[in-house]
């Protein structure tokens, strides 16, 4: 199982929900997912190509914190 800990992409927040999935992608989808619904506070006031920098940054840091469990 593939696993990454939303307070290893968000350090600070005090978040311990872990994403977990079969591959990578599913890992990335939901923990995406759970920042839309748990940390949208975090995208406020952004402007539109601010978040997409954000998004990518984002991912770039989530692919690489996965671990396998
Ligand atoms: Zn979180």
Known sequence: MMKL???DVMP???CDFVAE???KE??????????DSM???LMQ???EE???????????TMMSK???E
């Open 50 to 60: 601010e978040k997409q920098q954000a998004t990518v940054a984002m991912k770039e």
């Open 12 to 14: 600070g927040l005090g």
């Open 45 to 47: 006031g952004k402007s």
């Open 21 to 23: 999935g079969a591959t």
């Open 5 to 7: 800990k939303c307070d």
């Open 26 to 35: 599913d890992v990335v989808q939901k923990m995406m997912e759970h920042g």
């Open 66 to 68: 996965i671990f396998e």
């Open 39 to 41: 940390h949208a506070d």
